[in-house]
C-alpha cells in the first residue's frame, strides 16, 4: 500500500515549487526529457487516450520560431529557456485507442464526432500538462507554463503537417533562477472555495 510522501518532497513537488520567468545557465538533455515522458505517460486520462503531442524546442531556430507567436514578455523567457515545450494535443486520438485502450472498442464513441473529440482531448491534453509540470519537478527541473501566444500560429509553424494537432500551451523548463520569480500569489484556505455535499 502506498504511503504519503515526505514533507520535503511535498514541498518540491508543491508548497516550495515556483512558476520561474528564467533559469541558471546549466543545460538540460535529452535524457531528462525522456524522463519526464516516462513518468507524465503514467498520469490517468480517460480510456488512457494520451492526446497530448509535445514538441520539445531545444535548438535556438526552435525557440525563436515559437518566440515570434509569443506576446514580447512571454518571447524573450521562450528564447533563453533551456527548452521551451509546446503541449498540444491530438484531435484524431481516437486512431490510438485500439492498442492504447484494447479493453473494448473505444475508438467507435469517438467516430465522426470532433466536437467531442476536441473536448476530450483539450480536458486530457490539459491534464497531461499537470503531469508533465509535476514530473519535471520530482526530477529536479522547473517550468514556466504560460498562455499568451498565438494557437492559430503555434499551429501552423510547427504541424502544417499534422492538421489534427493543436496547440494547448506552452512552458520554459530548466533550473529555475530564483531571482526571477515573483512573491507568491495568495492560496486561499478549503473553506474559500471548497464545499462539502
Known sequence: MAQPLAENALDQLFRSARTYNGYLD?????????????????GPTS????????????SDDAKERL??????????????APVSVIIAMDVDFHEQ???LFPHTDAKSRFSGNEEAREESAFRNSTLQGAYFILAARALGLDTGPMSGFDNAGVDKEFFADQPKWKSNFISTLGYGDPSTIFE????????TFNRIA
Open 26 to 42: 546549466k543545460p538540460v538533455d535529452m535524457a531528462q526529457l525522456h524522463a519526464i515522458w516516462d513518468l507524465m505517460k503514467m
Open 67 to 80: 518566440a515570434k507567436q509569443c506576446m514580447e514578455a512571454n518571447a524573450e523567457k521562450v528564447r533563453k
Open 184 to 191: 507568491r500569489s495568495p492560496r486561499p484556505d478549503f473553506s
Open 47 to 58: 480510456a488512457n487516450q494520451l492526446p497530448a503531442r509535445l514538441v520539445w524546442c531545444t
Open 97 to 99: 485507442l485500439p492498442w
